[in-house]
């Protein structure tokens, strides 16, 4: 089952514009992570934060943690074209160790980034 | 390129049928994972295995099982085979700790007849 809701489902912006993508989650997690998916190819690992955490940034993309009330959202900063992907936010509710890794996922966000 | 191979791209299975997928891990990673992700959704946990364990199971039923290597590659074994099993299967790997990167191959298409 899914842990939750990504908010927008689809998203489609102007090249240079900024992106935001809402996750909320339904369990006490570990970690929340962000993953980008091009058409119908692997995920890619975008960025981690850590339930202790409240915001990390990476380059263009910021994410913010709030566990009060179990939501995350991920912000891309001047969009490109060639970030146009699903976006998914993804749960590891396990205390690490060998237990690390059990990742639920939630629905996605489309994003289109128009040139 | 994340260092993980899945093997094959596309298949396409009859109902009934049975299945094997096949994945290897980025070198040294001691953990990897299995994920459906049906079209148009976010991929679903299958099953974990560590150090050749399994070490944790998603709602998915025995008929979906798999094997890890010494080698650390891995294989998803699908049984019995429904057209609901139509999907992405993907294959992550990791240290198993909280501070390393998960690392996912480009998956394996099966389609179901």
């Known amino acids: 089952s899914q842990q939750g809701e990504e908010d927008p489902q689809a998203l489609s912006i102007q090249e240079g514009e900024n992106a935001t993508m809402n996750c909320s989650y339904k369990t006490s997690i570990n970690n929340l992570q962000w993953y980008r998916q091009n058409s119908g190819r692997g995920l890619v690992h975008l960025i981690l934060i850590r339930s202790n955490e409240r915001e990390k940034h990476s380059g263009r993309l910021r994410v913010t943690l709030d566990t009060s009330k179990k939501s995350s959202s991920l912000l891309i900063t001047a969009s490109r074209a060639a970030d146009t992907a699903s976006y998914f936010c993804?749960?590891?509710?396990?205390?690490?160790?060998?237990?690390?890794?059990?990742?639920?996922f939630g629905q996605g966000t489309i994003l289109t980034v128009h040139p | 390129e994340t260092g993980v191979t899945q093997s094959p791209t596309h298949l396409i299975k009859t109902r009934g049928q049975q299945v094997t997928l096949r994945c290897s891990s980025q070198?040294?990673?001691?953990?990897v994972s299995w994920y459906q992700q049906a079209l148009g959704q976010g991929p679903q946990f299958i099953f974990q295995?560590?150090?050749?364990?399994?070490?944790g199971r998603g709602n998915f039923p025995p008929r979906f099982s798999g094997l890890q290597f010494p080698n650390y590659s891995s294989e998803l074994n699908v049984n019995a085979l429904e057209l609901d099993d139509s999907a992405l299967y993907l294959c992550?790997?990791?240290?198993?700790?909280?501070?390393?990167?998960?690392?996912f191959g480009e998956g394996s298409w099966l389609t179901v007849v």
């Open positions: 295995y560590y150090r050749e364990e399994e070490n």
């Open positions: 992550a790997s990791s240290l198993g700790q909280a501070r390393h990167t998960i690392y």
């Open positions: 993804a749960t590891d509710a396990n205390a690490g160790g060998t237990s690390y890794g059990k990742l639920t």
């Open positions: 070198s040294g990673h001691n953990t």
